[in-house]
């Protein structure tokens, strides 16, 4: 649990130092994964059903980012910071984006995320990370969605930015989600276990995907 509204703790150190000592979920057996190419279906909704009534403009720009992270997945790119850097590019309107320059502030500056000048470099061994098949791909996948979100990579976007990263984790695998509307919830860089509890739930919503009819499918 974090320490409330006076944690001004580093929460990057926070996460660094509980990262290798989450008791990251295994399974006797992976979790079930579609035997269909994947889509972006549910990501798709996710950021409609989140953003789209109060940001229409920006729904747009994070869906066409989201394609386009769904193409880099299929044709088997790397997640480094520049391909993700050019994710960016489209959620901000931006002609350039670069790693921020200055310590950054999330949850009504509850959580305070420190820059040193070993971070960027930090952020992509993490990065790197995501494709490691030592450690099952629910978990993984929950571990890279929490590195952008505590690295909070880029000055602005970076929920977003972990979401589009998630997705590409679990679509360069064959994986998609037909819902991801319940990952919205509140994330704190010292809660060892909600990381393993997000893990759980990658894993229950990719199960769950898998048993979904395809399109087309009769009942």
Not at 68 to 83: E, I
Not at 151 to 167: I, K, Q, T, V
Not at 172 to 193: I, K, N
């Amino acid at each position: 649990m974090s320490s409330g509204p006076d944690h001004q703790n580093d929460a990057l150190a926070d996460w660094l130092h509980i990262r290798t000592e989450v008791s990251w979920p295994r399974w006797s057996s992976e979790p079930a994964v579609a035997a269909r190419p994947p889509t972006p279906d549910g990501f798709r909704d996710f950021f409609t059903v989140t953003r789209g009534g109060r940001d229409p403009e920006g729904t747009a720009r994070v869906l066409t980012a989201l394609e386009v992270a769904f193409s880099d997945a299929q044709q088997g790119a790397r997640l480094t910071f520049p391909l993700m850097a050019n994710w960016q590019r489209t959620v901000l309107h931006r002609k350039t984006v670069a790693f921020r320059t200055m310590p950054a502030f999330a949850k009504g500056g509850r959580e305070r995320y420190g820059l040193s000048p070993k971070t960027p470099a930090q952020f992509g061994q993490c990065l790197a990370e995501s494709s490691s098949l030592g450690v099952p791909l629910p978990s993984r996948a929950a571990r890279t969605y929490l590195d952008v979100l505590f690295f909070h990579p880029f000055e602005d976007g970076n929920a977003r930015a972990a979401m589009l990263a998630l997705a590409f984790v679990l679509a360069r695998e064959g994986v998609s989600l037909g819902d991801a509307r319940p990952l919205q919830t509140t994330r704190w860089a010292d809660d060892a276990d909600g990381a393993a509890d997000l893990a759980m739930l990658l894993g229950i919503l990719i199960t769950a995907a898998a048993r979904r009819p395809s399109h087309g499918s009769r009942s």
